[in-house]
């Protein structure tokens, strides 16, 4: 049975007390049918473009959706499906992925700001600098490749300070026109492993799976930890999380769709003023002369 869609149901308004064992991967479905998915998504994406459209004209808001899960939780599916109408001339996609060594040089922060969205346009990260304080939360070696000093290693405070620049970044943004929208897509670790089974079974997809996605799956309790201090420390009323019920792929969809078109129908933005009936006359007799 398809239920009503809420936006309440799904966004991080308040942190303080966010326990992820609580928030389910999988609820009745948005959809009846098929059809009736198809049906929505297309009703959903026409309008985020007809939005979109109004969003380039107005040039004064940017988008930035962020997009944060587990392997196989439907990261570039989602980016596919539910960006599918946007028109590429206003929407750029970065995937990042390991840093190179000169992305290592630079602060944490840095090559995903070379990325984001211009004014009128609506930027996507699969994955981002939040992988900054979940992978390599997980996995703190790998801090020693990141060439910092000494005296900014030191584990108690690290993590905390990461969280305190991220909110800072993201408050900026904000402040200069970028509305952000973080998507953390939470499948459950029994789904994820039917995914991956499914990666391996299929010919096609054999390109997807490695040992690595193995093992990173045996840390699968220091993750889901890891992404519920980063939702706790970086939810933020500026730059909300919302976390998406996973396990049915159309119905996160339905959902991502719902939430990026509300945010945008939410924005003060209009087209800019046409010219004049009479400069519009100006304009054609100096046309016709041409």
């Not at 190179?100 to 969205?117: I, V």
């Not at 992978?135 to 990141?146: A, G, I, M, T, W």
């Not at 400069?279 to 041409?290: P, T």
């Amino acid at each position: 049975m398809s239920h009503k869609f809420r936006l309440a149901d799904y966004r991080i308004s308040s942190a303080k007390k966010i326990n992820l064992k609580k928030h389910p991967t999988n609820v009745d479905p948005l959809y009846s049918s098929k059809s009736d998915y198809e049906k929505q998504l297309k009703r959903n994406v026409e309008e985020m473009r007809s939005l979109q459209d109004i969003l380039y004209a107005h040039g004064r808001y940017s988008l930035l959706i962020i997009f944060q899960a587990m392997d196989a939780a439907g990261k570039d599916g989602s980016i596919k499906h539910v960006m599918s109408g946007i028109n590429p001339q206003g929407c750029q996609v970065f995937s990042f992925k390991q840093p190179s060594t000169e992305e290592l040089a630079h602060d944490f922060l840095w090559r995903s700001n070379k990325c984001l969205p211009e004014r009128g346009r609506i930027g996507i990260f699969n994955r981002s600098y939040y992988e900054e304080v979940l992978v390599v939360r997980v996995r703190p070696e790998l801090l020693n490749y990141q060439n910092l000093p000494r005296e900014n290693l030191d584990d108690k405070n690290i993590w905390r300070e990461r969280y305190e620049d991220i909110v800072a970044a993201e408050r900026h943004l904000y402040r200069s026109g970028t509305r952000l929208l973080k998507f953390f897509l939470h499948i459950s670790r029994d789904e994820q492993k039917k995914r991956l089974l499914a990666r391996v079974r299929n010919a096609a997809k054999n390109w997807k799976i490695s040992a690595a996605d193995v093992r990173e799956r045996e840390r699968w309790d220091d993750y889901q930890a890891a992404y519920q201090q980063c939702i706790k420390a970086t939810s933020k009323p500026c730059a909300p999380w919302h976390v998406i019920p996973a396990d049915d792929k159309k119905n996160a969809r339905l959902i991502i769709s719902g939430i990026i078109t509300s945010a945008l129908r939410q924005l003060d933005m209009h087209y800019p003023k046409p010219p004049s009936k009479q400069e519009l006359q100006s304009i054609r007799k100096a046309l016709q002369k041409s």
